[in-house]
């Protein structure tokens, strides 16, 4: 039998040497995508087949492990009357042979982090408790060890969740890693992890802070309970990355640190009329009234961003200083932005004398010119 398949084999070869050159190309491309086909079929079936004892695994393990948790933690009969320092968990529970096995210790840990999503206080710190004493801290740290990123972001997911400090030595080079989710994630656990200095990874940021990462930075800084919150002031003066002097700005007027001020002021003079504007925003934020001068004064030398940062700015600080001078750019300026910020920001004044203003402007003005006024006198429209 094998003979007469090598026979076979050896005369198709043989006519195949005799057809032309691009029926033989031809026959190789179509023999190579019959191969790619089969293989691209077999990976599939494969990662299907896998999926599903996976999911079969899971069908078991997790009700277990639910059911341990709850009887060790959720039904402790020491809670509440014992600090939970001192909770002994039954060793017998916890000795099970299946708990040894690196994929169900995995399931273990997504069980564990998904019941501390939902439980805080007592109960929450008994969650970590028996995280800590299942050793499975040494599970997640052994991921943090591997070249792969996912890892390395699943590591630190887990270690933050359960409230497990992280040295500086092995978090802060992830805070400038090259992988953008990864250096994410480093900085979001840096954050919420450390005690002294939560914003320490800023000194060394030469990455930029993504527009989506400073969102969801700002999320965990507002939310986190008993953070150190720094003077953010001093990145404004001496870093050198832009992303975080911006960041900084924001947070500066958040926590209304009017200790900043100064700082902020001298990015006036910043040839990046982006990051003027970011530092005139903050400046009308923190309604400071020193600046006003300052922002009259170099109005008109500003590119059309940076000089509706200053008209909001002047209606946000609200001295009546510059009622005129705002009056003059909604009368007089041919740009749409720029009357209709210098109306809101007249309107914003509330005062007697921007009232006036606001009146004579409605009898003298030009129809477009109170349909502005009209628009930004009306509370309900924002913008």
């Known amino acids: 039998m094998w003979k007469d398949l090598t026979d076979l084999l050896y005369q198709a070869y043989e006519q195949f040497g005799f057809l032309p050159l691009f029926i033989e190309i031809a026959l190789i491309f179509i023999g190579l995508a019959l191969l790619a086909t089969l293989i691209a079929y077999a990976s599939i079936l494969y990662k299907r087949w896998k999926g599903y004892i996976y999911e ?3 069908n078991f393990i997790t009700p277990k492990i639910e059911d341990m948790i709850t009887e060790q933690v959720l039904l402790n009969e020491k809670l509440g009357s014992v600090p939970v ?35 805080r206080g007592e109960v929450g710190e008994l969650l970590r408790k028996l995280y800590i004493d299942l050793i499975l801290t040494k599970d997640s740290f052994d991921k943090m060890k591997t070249l792969k990123w996912e890892r390395k972001i699943k590591a630190v997911m887990e270690l933050t969740q359960m409230d497990i400090p992280i040295s500086d030595v092995t978090i802060l080079p992830l805070t ?30 030469t990455e930029p802070l993504l527009p989506w990462d400073q969102l969801d930075m700002f999320r965990i800084i507002t939310t986190t309970r008993d953070i150190s919150i720094p003077n953010f002031s001093r990145w404004v003066s001496y870093s050198t990355n832009k992303s975080v002097v911006s960041f900084c700005l ?123 006024i009209k628009h930004c006198l009306n509370p309900l429209i924002k913008y």
């Open 176 to 205: 400038n890693s090259q992988n953008p989710s990864l250096r994410a994630a480093a900085r979001n656990a840096y954050i919420q992890l450390s005690k002294n200095d939560p914003f320490k990874f800023f000194d060394i940021a």
């Open 250 to 372: 924001k947070l500066i007027a958040h926590y209304d640190q009017r200790s900043a001020i100064p700082a902020v002021m001298d990015l006036l003079n910043n040839k990046d009329h982006y990051f003027r504007a970011d530092a005139i925003n903050c400046l009308g934020k923190l309604r400071a009234e020193i600046a006003e001068v300052r922002l009259q004064k170099i109005y008109d030398h500003q590119p059309l961003i940076c000089q509706i940062e200053i008209l909001k700015a002047i209606g946000q600080i609200a001295s009546g200083k510059y009622l005129e001078f705002l009056k003059h750019e909604f009368s007089y300026s041919s740009n749409f932005d720029i009357r209709m910020n210098a109306a809101r920001a007249i309107i914003d004044h509330d005062t007697e004398e921007s009232r006036a203003i606001v009146k004579d402007l409605m009898t003298t003005t030009y129809e477009e010119n109170r349909i502005i």
């Open 85 to 119: 320092d001192e909770i002994e968990f039954d060793p017998v529970a916890l000795s099970d042979k299946i708990y040894k096995k690196p994929w169900v210790r995995q399931v273990m840990i997504d069980v564990l982090i998904q019941y501390r999503k939902n439980f």
């Open 56 to 58: 079969k695994r899971l």
